[in-house]
């Protein structure tokens, strides 16, 4: 069953009341240990969040409750503890894959007595790591019918598009939906915020600069922190919680010195300890202001906010309304911002809040099929007991096609007993199923060794690279030395006035058409392609204003990636009637496909970080102009599959998006991208305009929905 109703409408009540009333009739039991229950949530905040609640809430019972947290922050010498004797386990989906599947023989009694899973924040689920997790979620059924269990799952989620579906595709059984959210709670005010025009300053190509989110959210967290109003302010990236931070406790000393220390920064990376002391920080009240990524987006009660603040649109109406929801959990009335970025999307949403306040929340988009996901899962499963015929079906239809691929690569081996592993490594380890890959860089202080925390390898090319500025702490370091090899970068403390943004090259290469419907003489097409990517140089810009001060080479090397991609190419003739000549044509669909990435996040659950774009005015393979838009992830996340089948909605909003825009020749707010490889060159606004009103003017209905099953 799946609870989908809004944020502080009792959800945790919901799937507790069963959980704790099993416990307590399973402490009666005479067979020891009772009932056990396991509790999933995306991170390990939430996880420790929960533990306390149900302390509270079970303090009452005395010892017939149990609960523990048990990720990879438990002490060594806690661990066997809550193997034995917890029968309430709190932990996620990272600890389930690599910690508990593997040693299933030392967890046998919990997992025989395993009557509850429950699934907090399953809306989160998505992409890449949602479709990780829904082979974790098949691994763990198959080791307890193994032990004789045949749990429950019971999923907690923001309002969401289809609720039952998503959470029956992510658990492999039938859902049934709750969506009847009848609780009572506070007037938000929800304002959207655009920041203004600098005036006496000019971008790349003479495009106006706005003041940035980052910026215009310091000034709005440092206000409501002096009237003593309790703020979150969430941001999208690492760098945007820290450089908030510290901007509003610089302002904060002007006003008052002892109101610096009432405000942090929270995100990933940092170490344990640390997060530990920020979360008691903020439950007690010490903290008034927050600068946070999405780990406190997810239901940690953090109950006496009165304001929150989001800096830049998360990518998803579902998160937008997750994250206003964490003010005013007491019932009181509270105040959301939207501040919206310089990029096409948030600019198009500040001018239609229709899109915004008027549209239902996403569906969720994952692929447990994808057969990058789906091989170190059947690698893992073998591992924990060999694979037989009868689990082909559990583990989907892509099953059968895989196995001989991981026989031929020498991965299993095929005997009278099913499919077996061959290696010594654990099989666990060949995938990190948050979608990085590779061994996470260690950022460590070179002149003392101190680690600092950790970067994603897929992310370490473009934000630890020699001479990257990174933000610990608030404080300030420049990366001195990027050692692929052993995934360690050396920094030294400093006080740079500019941050850094790296810059790439992308080229790519069809593999497979899959699918292409005609727009006219255009064609839309899916399929499979191979991008190369390898980043360049990076740029140096002024914190505040973002203007570009210099930019340095780098000799890193290539990355390739297979994935999925959605395209649509144009004829000679359709180039003609939008008076689109070849001067201008590279310009064009490079600004179309900028705007386009911009976009697409309405109507995927995606983040424009999560996927990427190539414009070519004579692509090799369909030997006409081409734009892509593809997955950044191996195998494909769902994201271009649903720009194929929604093309003609997306393009269209895309185009209005560009025409809306207030500015001459292009712009962040329409046609630059934050992340251009080219340096945001050629760009035409114009010629954008034209080009994609006359692919639409042919364009059929959206393609066909995609068959659910």
Not at 384 to 398: C, I, K, N, S, V
Request: net charge negative.
């Amino acid at each position: 069953m799946v609870v989908a109703t809004g944020t502080a409408s009792g959800k945790s009540l919901a799937y507790l009341a069963p959980v704790l009333s099993a416990l307590v009739d399973g402490a009666q039991a005479p067979n020891g240990r009772g009932a056990t229950t396991l509790y999933l949530a995306p991170t390990k905040a939430l996880a420790a969040d929960q533990r306390r609640a149900v302390r509270d809430l079970a303090a009452p019972l005395g010892n017939a409750v149990r609960p523990a947290v048990y990720d990879g922050d438990t002490p060594v010498e806690e661990r066997e503890w809550v193997r034995q004797y917890a029968n309430h386990v709190l932990t996620n989906p990272d600890m389930l894959h690599r910690g508990i599947l593997p040693a299933h023989p030392r967890w046998s009694s919990f997992l025989r007595a395993l009557r509850y899973v429950v699934i907090d924040e399953c809306h989160t689920y998505r992409g890449v790591f949602g479709s990780h997790v829904a082979q974790v979620l098949r691994r763990l059924r198959r080791l307890c019918a193994r032990y004789g269990s045949q749990p429950v799952f019971l999923l907690a989620s923001a309002t969401a598009s289809d609720p039952a579906a998503a959470a029956s595709r992510l658990t492999g059984v039938p859902v049934i939906e709750i969506t009847d959210d009848a609780s009572p709670r506070g007037e938000v005010v929800f304002a959207l915020w655009e920041p203004p025009l600098l005036t006496e300053l000019r971008g790349e190509k003479g495009a106006p600069v706005r003041r940035t989110a980052t910026a215009e959210t310091a000034d709005l967290l440092t206000d409501l922190v002096v009237q003593g109003v309790r703020t979150v302010a969430f941001v999208r990236s690492r760098r945007g919680a820290e450089l908030i931070s510290v901007i509003t406790q610089e302002r904060l000393a002007e006003v008052d010195r002892s109101l610096p220390r009432r405000v942090a920064a929270y995100r990933g990376g940092y170490l344990p300890e640390e997060r530990r002391a920020l979360e008691r920080a903020l439950h007690s009240g010490e903290l008034l202001g927050l600068a946070a990524t999405t780990a406190l987006e997810l239901g940690v009660d953090v109950s006496g906010l009165d304001a929150v603040l989001i800096t830049g649109y998360p990518g998803t109406r579902a998160s937008l309304w997750q994250q206003a929801g964490r003010a005013g959990r007491s019932g009181q009335g509270a105040l959301a911002v939207l501040v919206a970025r310089d990029d096409p999307l948030d600019t198009y949403l500040v001018h239609h809040p229709e899109a915004l306040f008027r549209q239902p929340v996403e569906a969720t988009v994952l692929d447990p099929d994808n057969p990058y996901v789906l091989a170190p899962h059947l690698c893992a499963a073998a591992e924990e007991l060999p694979l037989t015929e009868a689990d082909l079906e559990l583990f989907g239809p892509t099953t059968e096609e895989l196995l001989p691929q991981l026989e031929a690569a020498k991965l299993l081996r095929r005997r009278a007993s099913g499919w077996h592993w061959t290696r010594r490594e654990r099989a666990s380890d060949l995938t990190d199923i948050r979608g990085g890959g590779g061994r996470p860089v260690q950022i460590v202080e070179a002149s003392t060794g101190r680690l600092l925390g950790t970067v994603d390898e897929s992310a370490a090319h473009t934000t630890v690279h020699e001479g990257a500025v990174h933000l610990h702490q608030g404080r300030t370091y420049l990366v001195q030395h990027l050692d692929l090899e052993g995934s360690a970068a050396l920094v030294e403390a400093a006080d740079p006035p500019f941050s850094t943004t790296a810059r790439d090259t992308t080229s790519i290469s069809i593999l497979e058409t899959e699918t292409e419907i005609p727009w006219g003489s255009a064609r839309l097409c899916f399929g499979s392609v191979e991008v190369t990517n390898q980043v360049v140089s990076y740029l140096r810009r002024k914190l505040i204003t973002g203007e570009v001060l210099g930019e340095a080479k780098l000799d890193l090397p290539p990355r390739t990636l297979r994935t999925r991609a959605v395209w649509w190419t144009v004829t000679e003739d359709q180039l003609d009637e939008a008076r689109i000549n070849p001067e201008i044509l590279g310009g064009a669909l490079h600004a179309a496909e900028h705007a386009s990435i911009g976009m697409l996040p309405l109507f995927a659950t995606c983040d424009r970080w999560d996927i990427g774009g190539v414009s070519v005015p004579l692509h090799p393979d369909t030997l006409l102009p081409t734009v892509f838009v593809y997955d950044g992830h191996p195998g494909g996340a769902g994201f271009a599959e649903r720009a194929f089948h929604t093309a003609r909605a997306w393009l269209t909003a895309t185009r209005d998006a560009i025409a809306a825009c207030e500015c001459e020749a292009g712009c962040p707010s329409c046609i630059q991208s934050p992340k251009c490889g080219n340096g945001n060159d050629p760009l035409h606004k114009r010629g954008a305009i034209r080009l994609l009103t006359r692919l639409l003017s042919e364009s059929p209905q959206d393609a066909p929905a995609p068959d659910p099953s």
